[in-house]
């Protein structure tokens, strides 16, 4: 009957064919593994069944009892089907910077894997590398894997040095009912303020300035005093005194880098009509009006500033940034306005150093020879050493002899 059912439908063909070998693949399964042993007493060889994870071989089988397994011991196991009368040790103790997975059991070793944080590099356990500026995190490091970092889309920043933390969208400052007062690039958030002189804290001009001469002397010149105490430079800074309030908003706008740089350009400023205070001021002053008058890169395009961002060292400034300056700066500002967006990026890093490697960088790939010269002019005047050492040594000795500047009595006096 059945018989007829089967040839009449086809689907129940395929049925009674799935059930059969499904039935015959159980059985294949439900069979142990075998292993051949020869009993000493009759010398004949025999299949034994292998002993199931979790067990050892007790007594081999013989040509009338079946193989005999008993549990693996405390801190022993075994993995796998076998015929070995013992199991395996447990590993005692985890890798360095290693935690425990999986404690051990009488089918399983103990599992270790990479503290957070870390991940297995072979056979040890590195540290999670961490994002360089402009970079954001968009996969986080496992037990088994790396970092994943990506440049931040435009709109986005970030300050890098982060195993963790993705690109953070720019500040909208207008949601506030504040100015922008320095748009946000790859590596810095927008700055915003009110709209009276919060601008004169703003720490580094946004390329839409277009007013970069400035900037770069006075960072160049004041690179070497970064590191002198910014309170104790305040209270001993001879001629007018920068307000309180002024130091007060450039702590809340600029970085600690930042701070004694933007405090001596508001001294400089306050005290540039000082007679006595021009021999200090004087150097900043040359160095403007030679970089002011440097127009032999008036014929410098998109390409050559492309060029030159791929030669300088460090975190690379943006394309989308570099197209900003071509079209809202004059061809005369372009290589200083780069320069400036590099140093800003770079703030630890020196500006004609960088010049110098670039220069080496743009002679091997046979740049234009405009760029070449242009480059080599700024380079020259930002690299004056004599300019720099005066500064040094004035501001060191004026911070161990305090008596040397009265900062509280009017110096024309």
Same mark, same amino acid.
């Given at each position: 009957m059945s018989a007829r059912i089967a040839k009449s439908n086809?689907?129940?063909?395929?049925?009674? %064919?799935?059930?059969?070998?499904?039935?015959w693949a159980f059985q294949q399964q439900a069979e142990p593994p075998k292993y051949q042993y020869r009993d000493p007493?009759?010398?004949?060889?025999? %299949?034994?069944?292998q002993c199931p994870p979790g067990t050892a071989v007790k007594r081999h089988c013989t040509a009338n009892m079946p193989t005999e397994c008993q549990p693996c011991p405390e801190r022993h196991f075994a993995e796998n089907w076998h015929w070995g009368d013992t199991c395996q040790y447990c590993t005692s103790v985890c890798k360095e910077r290693q935690l425990v997975k999986q404690q051990c059991n009488s089918t399983h070793d103990? %599992?270790?894997?990479?503290?957070?944080?870390?991940?297995?590099?072979?056979?040890?356990?590195?540290?999670h590398s961490t994002c360089k500026p402009g970079h954001g995190v968009t996969s986080l490091g496992t037990p088994v894997s790396d970092t994943v970092c990506e440049r931040c889309p435009a709109g986005h920043f970030s300050a890098g040095g982060s195993s963790t933390e993705p690109c953070q969208r720019h500040r909208n400052c207008s949601d506030s009912g504040l100015k922008t007062l320095r748009w946000g690039t790859s590596t810095t958030d927008s700055l915003c303020g009110t709209q009276d002189k919060a601008a004169a804290a703003e720490c580094s001009p946004h390329h839409t300035l277009c007013h970069t001469d400035v900037t770069l002397c006075e960072e160049a010149i004041f690179q070497s005093l970064a590191s002198l105490p910014l309170e104790r430079l305040l209270d001993t800074l001879p001629g007018r005194r920068v307000d309180r309030k002024s130091m007060e908003r450039l702590k809340k706008t600029c970085s600690p880098q930042q701070q004694v740089l933007q405090l001596l350009r508001l001294w400089r400023e306050q005290n540039k009509d000082q007679d006595k205070l021009y021999g200090i001021i004087q150097g900043v002053n040359h160095c403007e009006r030679k970089v002011s008058r440097c127009n032999v890169l008036k014929n410098v395009t998109l390409d050559d500033l492309l060029m030159v961002t791929d030669s300088l060292p460090g975190v690379k400034v943006r394309q989308e940034d570099i197209q900003a300056v071509v079209s809202t700066c004059l061809p005369r500002q372009y290589i200083l306005q780069l320069l400036h967006l590099w140093k800003t990026a770079n703030y630890n890093r020196d500006l004609a150093k960088g010049l110098s490697h670039s220069l080496r960088v743009l002679r091997s790939q046979g740049a234009p020879r405009y760029l070449l010269k242009g480059l080599k002019k700024i380079s020259r005047i930002i690299g004056t050493v004599s300019t720099h050492k005066m500064y040094e040594k004035i501001f060191v000795t004026m911070l161990e002899d305090e008596s040397c500047f009265k900062a509280h009595k009017p110096l024309n006096e």
């Amino acid at each position: 009957m059945s018989a007829r059912i089967a040839k009449s439908n086809p689907a129940m063909k395929l049925i009674v %064919l799935f059930t059969a070998s499904l039935s015959w693949a159980f059985q294949q399964q439900a069979e142990p593994p075998k292993y051949q042993y020869r009993d000493p007493v009759t010398a004949d060889l025999l %299949l034994c069944d292998q002993c199931p994870p979790g067990t050892a071989v007790k007594r081999h089988c013989t040509a009338n009892m079946p193989t005999e397994c008993q549990p693996c011991p405390e801190r022993h196991f075994a993995e796998n089907w076998h015929w070995g009368d013992t199991c395996q040790y447990c590993t005692s103790v985890c890798k360095e910077r290693q935690l425990v997975k999986q404690q051990c059991n009488s089918t399983h070793d103990q %599992l270790c894997e990479c503290a957070p944080g870390f991940h297995l590099v072979v056979e040890f356990c590195i540290t999670h590398s961490t994002c360089k500026p402009g970079h954001g995190v968009t996969s986080l490091g496992t037990p088994v894997s790396d970092t994943v970092c990506e440049r931040c889309p435009a709109g986005h920043f970030s300050a890098g040095g982060s195993s963790t933390e993705p690109c953070q969208r720019h500040r909208n400052c207008s949601d506030s009912g504040l100015k922008t007062l320095r748009w946000g690039t790859s590596t810095t958030d927008s700055l915003c303020g009110t709209q009276d002189k919060a601008a004169a804290a703003e720490c580094s001009p946004h390329h839409t300035l277009c007013h970069t001469d400035v900037t770069l002397c006075e960072e160049a010149i004041f690179q070497s005093l970064a590191s002198l105490p910014l309170e104790r430079l305040l209270d001993t800074l001879p001629g007018r005194r920068v307000d309180r309030k002024s130091m007060e908003r450039l702590k809340k706008t600029c970085s600690p880098q930042q701070q004694v740089l933007q405090l001596l350009r508001l001294w400089r400023e306050q005290n540039k009509d000082q007679d006595k205070l021009y021999g200090i001021i004087q150097g900043v002053n040359h160095c403007e009006r030679k970089v002011s008058r440097c127009n032999v890169l008036k014929n410098v395009t998109l390409d050559d500033l492309l060029m030159v961002t791929d030669s300088l060292p460090g975190v690379k400034v943006r394309q989308e940034d570099i197209q900003a300056v071509v079209s809202t700066c004059l061809p005369r500002q372009y290589i200083l306005q780069l320069l400036h967006l590099w140093k800003t990026a770079n703030y630890n890093r020196d500006l004609a150093k960088g010049l110098s490697h670039s220069l080496r960088v743009l002679r091997s790939q046979g740049a234009p020879r405009y760029l070449l010269k242009g480059l080599k002019k700024i380079s020259r005047i930002i690299g004056t050493v004599s300019t720099h050492k005066m500064y040094e040594k004035i501001f060191v000795t004026m911070l161990e002899d305090e008596s040397c500047f009265k900062a509280h009595k009017p110096l024309n006096e």
